[in-house]
């Protein structure tokens, strides 16, 4: 579960990290009326779930109250398209108006899971903005680390180790080393997967405040922090996502063009990666387990297609206690209320195989039969790539 800029902040605070005053705001004229109270000089921040808004128009400086108030109406019109929300975009539904600082450098301060040391580590680098991709990927001597002990957490001269790699000294290298360490325990007490302050700026004056920030928890622990739970009507949430959800099916969305349907995780990912060798791109899975209805596989099929990037669908069953002749059912019924708008692959293999497979014949619906995982990624790709939509 990722926060938005505003809540991610509130959660530092809470930890002693420093940010600017600010106020979260859904219209241009609160935007204006913040402006007003906050001061002179104000920054609106797009709030969306996404990094690389500075680079995308997504954060605007304004002077005075109207400056604020046309700013903010005009980023309310827009659709943010940064590199981290996809070709489509993300419409701006909050802005965050603070109070604008004027900084002398920006450092970058970040906690992460490293999944080769099974261990959480945390990061700084004195060359913060937002440039730090880049300089993780040039110049990786300039992102210092330090492991967490699991059983111990940070200690003291590990946070003061990272503070002074900022090359920081007296008081804020003192305030860097709070900073990391209520880093450190924000991550471990929420279950965070991610937490990254980015710029951590070191202002005119010689404070430290974080500028931007990101906190995304682990969903897996979601159950021990009831209050962090989206609400069932969560309007950032993904709408494939929710209405797979909604028919007790798992979605994730992968961003290429073609759709998967698969029973099973773990299946849904070799077909992923089946797709990447085959020189595609999986836009989706859709896994629908293994005690799925007729029903909710219609409804799966329907979810894949909805997605206006999908160029072929593959599905890709291994009848276990999932039977082939109940997904071929289900393929059936969703194309007969869709019409089958894209072309698909059906390799169906276990529990009743050819009684699907013979269903799906008897249906009349234009498909590609393959009998193995790799024939049916290739068909797939091909099709994703000679087929256009009808
Ligand atoms: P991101 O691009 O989505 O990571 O958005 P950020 O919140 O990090 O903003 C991008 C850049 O805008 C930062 O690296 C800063 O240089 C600048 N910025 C953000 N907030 C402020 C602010 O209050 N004052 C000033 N002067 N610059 C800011
Ligand atoms: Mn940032």
Known sequence: MKFLEHRAKEILFRYGIPIPKGEVVETAARAAAAAESLGNRVVLKAQIPAGGRG?????????????????????????LITPQTGKQGLPIRSILVEEAVSFRSEFYIGAAVDRSQGRIVLLASPRGGIEIEETART????????EIDPFVGLLPYQARRLAFALGLTGESQTQAAAIITGVARAFLQNDASVIEINPLALTDEGRLLALDAKVVLDDNALFRHPDFRPPADDPDADPAEAAAARVGLNYVRLGGDIGCLVNGAGLAMATADQIQAAGGRPADFLDIGGGVSEDAVREGFKIVVSDPGVRAVLINVFGGIVRCDLVARGLIGATKETGARVPFVVRFQGTNAAE???????????????????????KAVAAARGGSRS
């Not at 954060?59 to 980023?75: M, N, S, T, V, Y």
């Not at 110049?139 to 330090?146: I, L, Q, S, Y």
């Not at 013979?358 to 009349?364: K, P, Q, R, T």
């Open 356 to 378: 699907g497979r013979a269903l799906l014949a008897a249906s009349g619906l234009a498909y590609e039969p393959a009998e193995t995982m790799g024939e049916a990624a290739k």
């Open 55 to 79: 680079r995308a128009g997504g954060i605007k400086f304004a002077l005075g109250p109207e400056d604020a108030r046309a700013k903010a109406e005009a980023l309310f019109k827009t659709r």
């Open 139 to 146: 110049k990786p001597d300039a992102v210092f680390r330090e």
